[in-house]
């Protein structure tokens, strides 16, 4: 048998887009537009970091957001162990790749902030060195994610995994307080601010840009996993009727 | 967590009332693939059933699933009251079956004794069963201090089947029981399935042993493709 | 209650059984712990004096040294309990026992644990022995080894139950516990230091740490056993 049965055509949409999407997609480029703008033209140098300060409009948006993600991946995990849904599975499983892809790139801007501020790449800081295995952590999860297992079997324990990864969310968070070392103190505070008005704008739009890139970015990943995950179901029912058609093959009556 | 989370009240004997074990078009996957492919089966207190069927058919994960081992993904399936569905349920059920499966569950580096007793510990066996299942597998004699990486196949075989017997399940699920025995361990499982039935319990046989089973078993079961099926007529085949 | 206690002792007591028999501990284990020691002596020139000459470098660094050899000890120890298990299906057959998978994990742990206390006796010693190491604060030191140890071995049992009955679980394991356990490694450095030659000043503030950390990973496999094992 070499036709395919093609489901339903409306049970199969023809891209991951969506009224929303495309509404969060143009909230996207708004805000790049703006935060960019003020970022790298409006926003003035700092007195201490020069232009390097710019980095972190990016740096500390990106790594709040990898935050945000792995806390919907611990949300996820608990859900997941109390009814075995298959929608937080998924909410976790792409939350955290997103969170990783995040995770990296405050690990490599962060780099390349330290170069000309400290002088070198990399610096055993206790904020790095959390974060870097912060990184390996999630990393584990992801590889979990894809064992070759039974998929609820699976689920349960990257579920498990998910929790246990967490605590190196606020271990991450707090590293420079718990050490207290070389790395930049927490920079905004409730209370006292040592940005001047365009910085933290920039910052602002930083936060505001990430927000609707990773929200973005989680709907359409999110899509995609549930897409993968309906074939893979409705694979099962094919797979259940080859099974038993197997078996009335071999019947000794011959097939019904 | 709760100990008794069961069908019934913890311990005693549930009044098996028939169905011993009733499953409608259950599916059971494994690692993606459908093992069991919707399984419709009844089960009576008393009986002997021989499953019978080519490798791959379904056999081994039909007997895991009556001993609530492994999930069931579509349709129903009920085992001594117990709804397979529900994990307490499951674990309340598989303290009440016994399992001989293709790997005999023993540590090599224990004896044969610290194996029995382990396990019958763990089950809360009754001392003087164990003494008594030892002795009927011939393990009480020289054997007993033999640590299990020592012994042959039909040996260790007999260690697993003393585990069972000491446990005196409800309902028994043998995979290949006869399996690398010979003659006289033959004759020690076709007694012991005997004796089982005769105290009440139900015993579920998969095998290829078409020469020992026909006179064991008067219910025959085909299992292919994860379908199960009576067999058309009993004692029809040659 | 009383069951998952009086069962997870019973498993604990089973693995301590086949370890006697099998002397892998004995054999393999502690050797393991005097090789890495012997080895961190030909890495690191052991008369090599720390500026000030109060101390050897070797002396110095011990602390580190002697926990990433437990840590990694630990997934030879925590590797081993579960291929005990999973070598002839016996994990399906504890569960078909009516075992508690809290109950297996438990006395995993507890077994795990105490074959890394021993590990921890040779290689402190040895490392008193060949490295000079004194202890200013033996009571500290035995505060930090016993919560490194729980966390430790509760860990690891743990993430090892997370790819039990993988067949790539030897390689995956340590990408698991070896980045999980990092803070755990870097808290017992520290502490350690601090008892034995009072050096640091957070060294109590690490202990905490310690503490909190056996406390959550030690209840941790506990409370998440029935979803790692259950329908293997």
Redesign the interface.
């Known amino acids: 048998m070499t036709t395919v049965e093609m489901p339903p055509a409306r049970s199969v949409p023809e891209h991951t887009g969506s009224r929303l999407t495309r509404a969060l997609g143009g909230a996207v480029l708004v805000t790049w537009t703006l935060w960019l703008l003020w970022g790298l033209v409006l926003s003035p140098a700092d007195v201490v970091q020069h232009e390097s300060v710019r980095l972190f409009y990016l740096h500390v948006p990106m790594a709040i957001m990898s935050s945000v993600t792995f806390s919907i991946t611990l949300i996820g995990s608990i859900m997941v162990l109390r009814n075995g849904s298959v929608f937080w599975d998924l909410m976790a499983g792409v939350a955290a790749e997103i969170g990783v892809m995040f995770l990296g790139l405050v690990i490599a801007t962060g780099a390349v902030w330290g170069k000309p501020t400290w002088g070198t790449y990399w610096e055993w800081d206790p904020r790095l060195t959390t974060a870097a295995l912060m990184f390996l952590v999630y990393l584990g999860y992801l590889v979990i994610r894809r064992l070759d297992m039974d998929p609820v079997v699976r689920a349960r324990r990257a579920a498990v995994f998910g929790i246990v990864a967490f605590i190196n969310v606020p271990l991450t968070r707090f590293s420079v307080q718990i050490w207290n070392s070389l790395h930049q103190e927490t920079t905004i505070s409730l209370t006292d601010t040592q940005m001047d008005g365009a910085q933290l704008t920039s910052y602002a739009l930083g936060m505001l840009a990430m927000a609707t890139f990773l929200a973005w970015l989680l709907v359409h990943r999110f899509r995609v996993a549930w897409l993968e995950h309906a074939m893979d179901e409705s694979g099962l029912e094919k797979l259940i009727r080859d099974r038993r058609a197997e078996g009335a093959a071999n019947e000794p009556g011959g097939v019904r | 967590?709760s100990?008794a989370a069961s069908p019934s009240d913890d311990g005693t004997v549930p009044p098996v009332a028939s169905p011993v074990a009733r499953l409608r078009g259950a599916?059971c996957?494994?690692?993606?693939?459908?093992a069991l492919?919707?399984v419709d089966l009844d089960l009576h207190a008393g009986e002997v059933a021989w499953l019978r069927g080519?490798n791959g058919?379904g056999k081994t994960t039909l007997l895991?699933l009556l001993?609530?081992?492994?999930?069931v993904?579509q349709g129903s399936a009920e085992v001594l009251g117990a709804d397979l569905t529900r994990?307490a349920d499951?674990?309340w059920l598989?303290?009440r079956?016994g399992?001989l499966?293709?790997?005999?569950?023993?540590?090599?580096?224990?004896t044969v004794e610290?194996n029995i007793r382990?396990?019958a510990?763990?089950?809360r066996s009754d001392p003087g069963d164990v003494d008594s299942a030892m002795a009927r597998f011939g393990l009480d004699g020289r054997l007993r201090t033999v640590?299990v990486r020592g012994l042959s196949a039909g040996q260790r075989r007999r260690t697993s089947l003393a585990v069972l017997v000491a446990r005196r399940p409800l309902l028994w699920l043998l995979d290949e029981p006869h399996a690398g025995l010979d003659a006289e361990g033959r004759a020690m499982v076709d007694r012991l399935i005997t004796d089982a039935t005769g105290a009440g319990a139900t015993v579920i046989v998969a095998s290829h042993d078409a020469d020992h089973m026909p006179a064991l078993a008067p219910r025959v079961l085909?299992?292919?493709?994860?379908?199960v099926r009576d067999a058309?007529a009993p004692g029809a085949e040659s | 209650m009383n069951r998952l206690v009086a069962d997870a002792w019973r498993i604990a007591r089973k693995d301590l059984a086949i370890e006697r028999s099998s002397r892998v501990v004995g054999s393999q284990i502690l050797p393991f712990g005097i090789v890495m020691l012997l080895l961190f002596a030909f890495g690191v020139d052991p008369e090599l004096q720390v500026r000030g000459g109060e101390r050897s470098i070797l002396a110095e660094i011990a602390p580190g040294l002697f926990w990433i050899t437990v840590l990694l000890a630990l997934l030879l120890v925590s590797g081993r309990s579960f291929a005990v298990e999973s070598d002839d299906g016996s994990l399906d057959a504890l569960l078909v026992s009516g075992v508690h998978p809290g109950s297996i994990l438990a006395g995993k742990t507890l077994v795990v644990a105490i074959q890394l206390a021993l590990l921890e006796v040779v290689v402190g010693a040895g490392s008193m022995l060949l490295f000079g190491v004194r202890v200013d604060d033996p009571l500290h030191l035995l505060v930090v080894m016993l919560s490194t140890t729980v966390a430790l071995a509760g860990a690891g049992t743990l993430l090892l139950a997370v790819v039990a009955g993988y067949s790539g679980r030897d390689t995956l394991g340590p990408l698991l516990v070896l980045p999980s356990m990092a803070p755990v490694l870097i808290g017992a450095t520290a502490a350690s230091g601090a008892a034995l030659y009072g050096t640091g000043s957070d060294g109590a503030a690490w202990t905490w740490a310690l503490v909190a950390f056996a406390l959550l990973y030690g209840a941790a496999g506990i409370v998440s056993a029935g979803a790692l094992l259950e329908d293997v």
Not at chain 2, 67 to 71: E, I, S
Not at chain 2, 101 to 110: G, M
Not at chain 2, 222 to 227: L, N, S, T
């Open positions: 967590m100990e599916v996957v494994l690692g993606g693939f459908p492919a919707g080519p058919a895991r001993a609530g081992l492994g999930t993904r994990v499951r674990r598989r303290r079956v399992l499966a293709h790997a005999t569950f023993l540590y090599d580096d224990l610290e382990f396990w510990d763990l089950h640590p085909d299992v292919a493709g994860g379908v058309p």
